[in-house]
């Protein structure tokens, strides 16, 4: 035990050495790297550094610096109600700028990250003591969580560096990488991470990424590229052969044990809920900071049991305000209720409904837009043209995930809506908006990532 722990705190010298991404001082470290692949255990402490990461710093965090927040009121979810969060009242003003410290964490938290998994790629695929079985679970994992983070990264910068290796002299001089390009290199490791998953099975709480993570991740990359027949594929075979269920009721959609979650990320602590929750709920009127938007809250269709368990309110007495509802536990419980939820079912039926209204199969779309309905207590949708059933299907994504991971402001963009749609609701939107600026710090280090995203 006192080996074992003494390698597992060998462990942080190796992750915090990494400065920012593109000012890498010479790694001092290499024989603690390779102490620490020598086993299982203690490659288990890189990634559960990783997913700390994603909870807390990362865009995946709950917290105010993530995309949930951060995306939704750049969007058009939430209203800022307050002048004292200066940096997300740049976002909900549509005034972001180069050298906000919000653009700087969410660049250099993902590359840190990515750092952190091809140290892992380096340091297992040279490892002469894990087994091959070993060897493939910690490949798998890294090669998806790498795909993960430039996937957003590409979404939110557009063109960026795809980062592959630990050396740092190579990764001073990277230049930034065609759209097109980084999506290649995303399929390319998502598909060797479910390869390598295939055979690992799963680990039972979701806390870690496995095969039916990577496969739904694929299916939502290629419905990105608009590749529709790739993503109806991988979408119904997470539908069909995977052991995951739609949640009857919506309620049980964000608890611990919901049958719909795919992959969730750890509490803390024991008895810790998740940041959402502290986030998103409010106990006083007026909220303090943020409030869902009537531009959202009038979306909802009559009688949608969404708008009745995922939204909350709070009165004085003039004025109602609604926020999101779907975490319900803001703080400390005997036991932990609710983590944070990155991918769940209701993504592939989506997806699988899209792509097979894309590819004119109308009568399969309807079905799988319907299923998701009929858990919200609507009626299905009755048949109608192509155009018709993916403008429903874009409002069905819409309700079923606000205030979830930027969602909203991604499928505005990746469907050409963004313009027509937040040009009327938001004053100060510029078609530039669909893109964050470069970080000014970043360019100040390397000119190779220059230029500068249009309208910066």
């Given at each position: 035990?006192?080996t074992?722990?003494k390698?597992?705190?060998?462990i942080?010298?190796?992750?915090?050495?990494?400065?920012d991404f593109?000012d890498l001082s010479p790694?001092k470290?290499q024989l603690?790297?390779?102490?620490?692949?020598?086993e299982?255990a203690t490659?288990?402490g890189?990634?559960?550094h990783?997913?700390?990461?994603?909870?807390?710093?990362?865009f995946?965090?709950?917290t105010?610096?993530?995309?949930?927040?951060?995306?939704g009121?750049y969007?058009d979810?939430l209203d800022h109600?307050s002048e004292n969060q200066?940096?997300?009242?740049?976002?909900?003003?549509n005034?972001?700028?180069?050298?906000?410290?919000?653009?700087?964490?969410?660049?250099?938290s993902?590359?840190?990250?990515i750092?952190d998994c091809?140290?892992?790629?380096?340091?297992?695929e040279?490892?002469?003591s894990?087994?091959?079985?070993?060897?493939?679970r910690?490949?798998?994992e890294?090669?998806f969580?790498?795909a993960?983070?430039h996937?957003?990264?590409?979404?939110?910068?557009g063109d960026?560096?795809?980062?592959?290796?630990t050396?740092y002299?190579?990764?001073?001089k990277?230049?930034?990488?065609?759209?097109?390009a980084?999506?290649?290199?995303?399929l390319e490791?998502?598909?060797?991470?479910r390869e390598?998953?295939?055979?690992q099975?799963?680990?039972?709480?979701q806390?870690?990424?496995?095969?039916w993570t990577a496969?739904?991740?694929l299916?939502?990359v290629?419905?990105?590229?608009?590749?529709?027949e790739?993503?109806?594929?991988?979408?119904?075979y997470?539908i069909?052969?995977g052991?995951?269920?739609?949640?009857?009721?919506?309620e049980s959609?964000?608890?611990?044990?919901?049958?719909e979650?795919?992959?969730h990320?750890?509490a803390?602590?024991p008895?810790?809920?998740?940041e959402?929750?502290?986030?998103?709920?409010?106990?006083n009127a007026?909220p303090?900071y943020?409030?869902l938007s009537n531009a959202?809250?009038?979306s909802?269709?009559?009688?949608d049991?969404?708008y009745v368990h995922?939204?909350?309110?709070?009165?004085?007495?003039?004025?109602?305000w609604?926020?999101?509802?779907k975490?319900?536990?803001?703080g400390?419980?005997d036991e932990?209720?609710e983590y944070?939820?990155?991918?769940r079912?209701?993504?592939?039926?989506l997806i699988?409904?899209?792509?097979h209204?894309?590819?004119g199969?109308?009568?399969?779309?309807?079905y799988?837009v319907n299923?998701?309905?009929?858990?919200?207590d609507?009626p299905?949708?009755p048949?109608?043209e192509?155009?018709d059933?993916?403008g429903?299907?874009y409002h069905?994504?819409?309700?079923?995930?606000?205030?979830?991971?930027g969602?909203?402001f991604f499928?505005?963009?990746?469907?050409g809506?963004?313009?027509?749609?937040?040009?009327?609701?938001?004053?100060?939107w510029?078609?530039?908006?669909?893109?964050l600026p470069?970080?000014?710090?970043?360019?100040?280090?390397n000119?190779?990532?220059?230029?500068?995203?249009e309208?910066?």
């Amino acid at each position: 035990m006192k080996t074992y722990l003494k390698k597992l705190l060998l462990i942080f010298p190796l992750l915090v050495s990494c400065e920012d991404f593109l000012d890498l001082s010479p790694p001092k470290n290499q024989l603690v790297g390779e102490h620490v692949f020598e086993e299982a255990a203690t490659v288990d402490g890189v990634f559960a550094h990783i997913y700390t990461g994603l909870r807390e710093s990362a865009f995946t965090a709950g917290t105010g610096s993530g995309i949930s927040y951060a995306l939704g009121h750049y969007a058009d979810e939430l209203d800022h109600l307050s002048e004292n969060q200066p940096v997300t009242r740049n976002f909900y003003n549509n005034s972001v700028l180069p050298g906000d410290s919000s653009v700087d964490g969410l660049w250099n938290s993902s590359y840190k990250l990515i750092y952190d998994c091809n140290s892992i790629l380096e340091g297992v695929e040279n490892s002469s003591s894990l087994s091959q079985m070993e060897k493939d679970r910690f490949m798998g994992e890294a090669f998806f969580l790498r795909a993960f983070l430039h996937f957003y990264l590409v979404n939110l910068f557009g063109d960026i560096p795809y980062v592959d290796n630990t050396d740092y002299r190579a990764n001073l001089k990277l230049s930034r990488m065609e759209r097109d390009a980084v999506y290649e290199r995303i399929l390319e490791d998502a598909r060797k991470a479910r390869e390598l998953l295939a055979n690992q099975g799963s680990l039972g709480n979701q806390f870690r990424p496995d095969q039916w993570t990577a496969t739904t991740f694929l299916a939502r990359v290629y419905l990105y590229m608009e590749n529709w027949e790739s993503a109806r594929e991988e979408a119904e075979y997470v539908i069909s052969e995977g052991p995951f269920l739609l949640e009857e009721e919506l309620e049980s959609v964000f608890l611990k044990d919901s049958q719909e979650t795919l992959w969730h990320l750890g509490a803390g602590a024991p008895g810790e809920n998740t940041e959402e929750g502290n986030t998103f709920i409010a106990f006083n009127a007026p909220p303090r900071y943020t409030a869902l938007s009537n531009a959202l809250l009038d979306s909802f269709e009559a009688g949608d049991g969404r708008y009745v368990h995922w939204v909350g309110s709070i009165s004085d007495d003039s004025q109602t305000w609604y926020f999101p509802f779907k975490y319900r536990y803001n703080g400390l419980t005997d036991e932990t209720m609710e983590y944070s939820i990155l991918f769940r079912l209701a993504e592939p039926y989506l997806i699988s409904a899209e792509a097979h209204a894309q590819l004119g199969a109308l009568v399969e779309g309807s079905y799988y837009v319907n299923k998701v309905r009929e858990r919200a207590d609507l009626p299905p949708l009755p048949m109608m043209e192509r155009d018709d059933l993916l403008g429903a299907i874009y409002h069905e994504r819409r309700i079923e995930f606000f205030s979830e991971q930027g969602h909203r402001f991604f499928d505005l963009k990746r469907t050409g809506r963004a313009n027509g749609i937040l040009s009327m609701t938001k004053p100060y939107w510029d078609g530039t908006d669909i893109l964050l600026p470069l970080p000014e710090n970043e360019l100040l280090k390397n000119p190779n990532l220059l230029p500068q995203n249009e309208g910066y």
